[in-house]
């Protein structure tokens, strides 16, 4: 497995922007796709964003595009959620993940959670009205 670990959760008013850090153990950073997931409360773990291994593809769900940016760092093995214009139904824990056995993501086909095989521990985000 790759050993994810992420940072950067917290509390934020809407309208305000968090960065999430998401660093990934291992040489082979660039041969495999990774996604950001998110779960609330009572809610299944839905897709965020996810990104192709080289960087250059990225999928991301309705509800945050023009708002979050993902973005990867290969020389220093993580991934970035920049996330802007924060709203209270953003509020969830957010999980980086990586998917191995893939390192293309298509726009027909988004990934889901059960596609990936490591995970990270979660952070929070918190959004106040």
């Known amino acids: 497995q790759v050993q994810l670990v992420e940072s950067g959760g917290g509390l934020v008013q809407a309208g305000g922007s968090l960065r999430l850090s998401c660093a990934a153990s291992?040489?082979?950073?660039?041969?495999?796709?990774m996604g950001w997931f998110r779960q609330a409360p009572g809610k299944e773990r839905e897709l965020v964003v996810a990104?192709?291994?080289?960087?250059?593809?990225?999928v991301y769900a309705q509800s945050v595009k023009g708002r979050f940016t993902i973005s990867r760092d290969f020389n220093k093995n993580t991934v970035y959620l920049q996330m802007n214009n924060l709203k209270p139904e953003d509020t969830a824990v957010y999980y980086c993940?990586?998917?191995?056995?893939?390192?293309?993501?298509?726009?027909?086909?988004?990934?889901?959670?059960?596609?990936?095989?490591?995970w990270g521990q979660g952070t929070q985000v918190t959004v106040s009205s």
């Open positions: 993940a990586a998917d191995r056995r893939l390192s293309t993501v298509a726009a027909g086909r988004p990934p889901r959670a059960p596609d990936f095989d490591s």
């Open positions: 291992g040489r082979t950073f660039s041969s495999y796709r």
């Open positions: 990104i192709s291994g080289n960087g250059g593809s990225t």
